[in-house]
């Protein structure tokens, strides 16, 4: 490098360290910063903003209501105006420990906090999130630990005629160990897919960590897009950029159910995976509960481990599908063979909560064993992620 | 379900249908609207704001001034507010062909499109993206073609005393092919992490559309994290989801070059893998370049093809890493071995135009053969896609 003259190295070294400044400068604004109490700040440099709120599932829900009844939705807090339009809202209580998610409405528009660039995104809408840790939100945090792969597989579906799209986290030493490994297929709620138990569920983290602590067995885990028209994630697809509600999907009309040993079938020849039911399980969160319930009973020599998280467990009565006929003969045969594990959740405030209530009413009058874990509050991801940590460990013991 | 009564049942499918309306709801508004003439309209809604912009790599440049000298930066235009608080701009141009980010300013506060959930980070800055489609950036589109797979998998650097991250493409059909392939070390540029190529770079779709078109053979991408400190990008690494510029990383000083045969052996330990020079390329983007640059030399029995995307060839003064001493020496080692490619690539505007063509003279003083390939424009992503379409075909033929 002697050709270059002192003085061009020298600018070009202020240009990269003026670079560097850009890039890596002390930021103005620290939000949200989490104090040692588990208090929160949250802050915003807005001059010209005349009201700036945040609001989140880390705040109080209030009450909205609907021509179909009265529902919980994030509260809002004001932020106060200081110095420069540095805006400020402190939580007045100390957060529990869990991954919370937020928004800002500035003037009536609302935004991310452009200080954090970690976002979620569930459906259509885009969110900041942060995790207060402890308890069991330290399962929804990168450790040092042993981290499985995740991997987005394109896999062929002849049921669907489709090329379709899937996550799959293999455990950590998969790829060396030559060991076949069980499969544990995670179905999304509706409006989701592949992407959305890996992002808001923390399906690599909660795996890793169970699996690190001993508490689960290392395992495959399958996440596939439950809307049959789909061929992968917004903006995965061939269907290019185009807004996520442009793209309605068919949905619990019975297709992808009857599409779901296509995906079994792939798995099996492409991962070490143990080729029987008692390898497998199936579970999902609501739309995917009412999926995995359906699969489960349609091929019941596929599955011995069930999971019906917060489960749709709805009538469709316009579907015309195979799947949906003679419920309660498949259900007969279903537990005449015994799963290993038939296991329901849901939250006292789901909205669904009167319909799993029913359905174990049916279970019960049968005789048909399952297990019933309840929580707190209602349709909402941080349940389904209490969820995924309680049923992984019950699996291929 | 005899159990449910129908009352209860219509109740049900009512809410079910008031929540798959409101996430598939009609959009109230279209941002941004790529007409068929590829003019592009943004849109907000923002009643109460005073001022709305956008700006993006979409407009023409307009130059900043900094104690360094005068810089490019993306120029700025007025949306106009219409009926209902609805702002409105519709690019005056039609765009060519290209994926663009852009961002909106309300009030001085720059916010991402809320009509638009695709998103790029860019270091610490997340902006919103489309793309235009025609010629080359239909490269960087999803389209009906075999896709290969694409995992985050952590490996054990020993002379690092680290475990880290990595992004791995492997081709359609690897899975199931039990062939091995040739692989192709892709390396990012300062601020960048293991994710930059995949999402910026557009890196899985340019190499499964060069494939299926048989421009680019069939092979394996590795992109490592070149910050030498960290574990793994923001927010995936045990530091937690800290803000990025807090994690000021080792750069540029020697230890990631050094470490990179541990990257080499785990690749060849866990992918079907050519093991041998002719099935080995490095290239990188800026501080990417750099870093093939001095892999490359450093080790000059492991890679047969070499790529220098906008190289940030800078001396560093401080760094006393044996990888940066006798450039010459190593440099005559390396070209005395023959590889099958050394290719250099610049924008015409790029402030480390001068550094590449003082190298470019020293190589050719030498007799040492190498291939230049120049573009417009400076040290953006744009060009990187560009020489990643250009290059990845010359490879392993």
């Known amino acids: 490098m002697k050709r270059l003259t002192i003085l061009a190295a020298g600018l070009l070294m202020c240009v990269m360290s ?21 208090t929160v700040t ?5 001059p010209k903003a005349v009201k700036v709120q945040v609001t989140g599932d880390f705040l109080p829900t209030q009450k909205i209501k609907t021509p179909y009844g009265e529902f919980d939705a994030p509260g809002f807090a004001d932020l106060t105006e ?26 009536g528009l609302k935004t991310i906090d452009p200080n954090n660039v970690y976002l979620n995104r569930d459906v259509a809408s885009i969110t900041n999130i942060f995790i207060i840790g402890g308890e069991r939100a330290d399962l929804y945090k990168v450790n040092k630990v042993p981290h499985g792969t995740v991997s987005r597989i394109w896999y062929n579906s002849p049921t669907l005629g489709m090329e379709r799209r899937m996550t799959v986290y293999t455990p950590a030493g998969y790829e060396a160990s030559g060991k076949r490994y069980p499969v544990f297929y995670l179905l999304h709620g509706m409006g989701g897919d592949e992407e959305a138990w890996i992002a808001l569920g923390r399906t690599a983290q909660i795996l890793d960590n169970l699996i690190a602590k001993g508490k689960a067995k ?32 068919k949905t619990m009309e019975g297709s992808f159910e009857m599409a779901f040993p296509d995906v079994v079938k792939f798995v099996d020849n492409n991962y070490r995976t143990i080729k029987s039911k008692s390898g497998r399980a199936i579970a999902g969160l609501s739309m995917g509960g009412f999926h995995s319930m359906h699969i489960s009973k349609q091929f019941p020599d596929l599955f011995n481990y069930v999971g019906l998280f917060s489960a749709a467990i709805l009538p469709n009565k316009d579907a015309k599908s195979p799947v949906y006929e003679n419920l309660e003969g498949k259900l007969k045969v279903q537990f005449s063979k015994k799963p290993a594990l038939y296991w329901i959740a849901i939250g006292k405030a789901d909205f669904l909560y009167k319909a799993n209530e029913d359905y174990r009413k049916l279970l019960d009058e049968k005789g048909y064993k399952y297990t019933y874990y309840e929580t707190g509050e209602g349709h909402i991801w941080k349940n389904w992620r209490i969820y995924l940590t309680e049923f992984t460990p019950l699996l291929f013991k």
């Open 42 to 46: 949250f802050r915003l440099k807005a």
């Open 218 to 249: 290392p395992m495959i885990v399958v996440m596939t897009n439950g809307n049959a028209s789909q061929e992968a994630a917004p903006g995965e697809s061939s269907a290019g950029l185009v807004p996520p509600n442009t793209q309605l999907p």
């Open 82 to 107: 200081g110095k420069d339009g540095l805006w400020e809202y402190t939580t007045s209580n100390q957060l529990k420990p869990e991954l919370y998610s937020y928004s800002f409405i500035v003037d």
């Open 18 to 38: 003026f670079a560097q400044q850009a890039l890596w400068g002390v930021p103005q604004v620290i939000s949200p910063e989490i104090h040692e109490n588990n």
